[in-house]
């Protein structure tokens, strides 16, 4: 049965929960949030059960008992806000406002919280020291993150720098890998305690506008579906339907994006931490380089308690142009001399592709405009960096920062962009526009061909020399082999030079 938002607002969270178990057909995302064809490999129209998540990882209801408080609202009052989107931006957005006092509704097109999400699968969960105060107690995480590797290879060869630590397993703790679907859903419901209103199965289709152009809600795809509010929080992931309606990106380029593809793969839970020389709880993540053959990207593999994702990132113009499949640079990277004693035998649970906006400081887009806000990946908040692929921790502080601005804009009675502009400041102000604008030169030399394919050849063949005892050869010199290399590679010693000073501006 189709109901009315007006109907829902009436019947409050108990009807929330009813519409979260409508049947999946009803909750395709709109072909709208894909970005213009043309800019598109084949690969970016995978089938859209490839979104789905484990059967085994969906949380029971994805719904808080607390969130019945809700429901003793009355339906003519509407909502101060309404928040799209119940990712990790859109819930942290909402449980700011719902704590600050703010009528707040959460809008999600999925059947339940996470239920269309991915990821590669860690979240750096400091950001939730001050948000929720001892958050590692309860969260969903499967593994601790104690090892952290970086691996540059050829197609041959390999090169790792392999780190692990203890500290990393112990309170505060650093990095935890985390199925989307249990984190997006306790998120959530952490919203909906602190008295958001969740909405689900239900797609924004586009903004509404008073005379003076200043947004005055949303538009579902429900009959008689619009939701009026006073400032809107767009939190609608990568590529966000609602920041290019309201000409927030000026200059979208296909570059900037890549599409993420990752295989969930299952074995027993004995040969993972035998495999990675992990106990209990502890965890890997590995970034790999090289691994993409002639498409600009890089590689990933993390452990879970009893599955192992891996995944490539590939950046849309040179995957378009190589003619290439994801699912042939995934098979690549798993027959990789180095990788496939680390997968063998697993059996694959799970297909997933989803954008990532890794154009960093130089494509995010305006934050706010009269009535609205955009946070997380809609902002295209997310670091890929080479060393770093971090999107949830950005989401997370900067739809926070979005609820505080758009709760402190309410009281001062001012919501059109000015009175919004705190947004901005909070994030000037915090670490994510302060690693943004450090490190704004480093997406496009991790993505550069010299970084990609001549460095690590390189650095794996001066290794490999090194390494090499060719008696009766002496011993090679370590400067006069590089340079062997470097001439063999066709790198000028002027480039070399330049990319060694933008690295050194870019990370030092
Ligand atoms: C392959 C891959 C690997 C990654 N690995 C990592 C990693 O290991 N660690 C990390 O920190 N980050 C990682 N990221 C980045 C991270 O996933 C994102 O930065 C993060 O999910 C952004 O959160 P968000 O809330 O802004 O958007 P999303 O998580 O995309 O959430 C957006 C929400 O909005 C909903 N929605 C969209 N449109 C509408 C609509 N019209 N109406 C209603 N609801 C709508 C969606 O269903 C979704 O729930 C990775 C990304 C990819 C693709």
Redesign the pocket.
Known sequence: MAETVPSLLAQGAAATRAAAHLPPAAHL??AA?LPSVAHLPPAAHLPLAAHLPLAAHLPPAAQSADATQSATRPAAEGFDVVV???????SAAALTLARAGVRVCL????PF??A?????????GRVLDGLLPGWWQEAPVQRWVTRRATMVVTPTQSLTVDFRTTAWGEPPYNGATVYRSDL?AWLAAKAEAAGAVLLCS????GLTRGPTGQVTGVRTDRPDGDLPARVVVA????NS?LAKEAGLYRHPEPEHFTL???EVLALPRQDIEARFGLAGREGTDIEILGCTGDVPGGGFL?TNLDTIAV?V?LQLPGLASSGRRPEELIAGLKAHPAVAPLVVGGQLKEYSA???PEGGWDMLPDLAADGLLV????AAL?LATGIW???????IAS?AAAGEAAAAALASGDTSAAGLAGYRHRLESSFVLADFKRLRRAPGLVLSERVQRRYPQIACNLVERLFTVDNPNPKPRLLAAGRAELRRSAVRARDLARDAWTALRAFG
Do not use: S
Request: proline share 7%; hydrophobic share 35%.
């Open positions: 995302p709109p949030h799209v989107g119940a990712g990790p931006a859109g809008v999600e097109r999925g919280p996470g269309k999400n991915m990821y590669g699968g860690v979240l750096y997006d239900t797609t924004v289709t939190c609608d992931g990568v339907l993420g593809v990752k993390y995944g990132v989803h954008l990532i946070a997380g990946d809609a997310c692929l971090e999107g949830v921790n950005y989401a739809g």
